[in-house]
Nanobody
């Protein structure tokens, strides 16, 4: 099993930055790909970014490419999402997820509880 806990959300002005943290536990965390997704009110859950279990591969959603960076600290079972040049459209609840498949689909196996990110204009 994998347990995931997100932190680092908050209120930030447009153009600002935030770093989200996903702390993982469980004996299989180190062998799972980790992804970030987000869901705004009234909208479907959207893929944001993902990193492979080895950290060798990353991928990003079109709307965040070039602004967000995902990274992994395998020694500490932690994955980060650095978010720069934030826009009001980035406002959402951000979820960390773990999976055996590296995919942009939202059908990942394990999910955290989410952290709120609000970007003011």
């Amino acid at each position: 099993q994998v347990q995931l806990v997100e932190s680092g959300g908050g209120l930030v002005q447009a153009g600002g930055s935030l770093r989200l943290t996903c702390a993982g536990s469980g004996r299989t965390f180190s062998t799972r790909h980790i992804g970030w997704f987000r869901q705004a009110p009234g909208k479907e859950r959207e893929f944001v970014a993902a990193i492979t279990w080895s950290s060798f591969g990353t991928m990003y959603g079109d709307s965040v490419q070039g602004r967000f960076t995902i990274s992994r600290d395998s020694a500490n079972n932690t994955v980060y999402l650095q978010m720069n040049s934030l826009k009001p459209g980035d406002t959402a609840v951000y979820y960390c997820a773990a999976n055996t498949m590296f995919t942009k689909a939202t059908t990942w196996m394990h999910w955290g509880q989410g952290t709120q990110v609000t970007v003011s204009s």
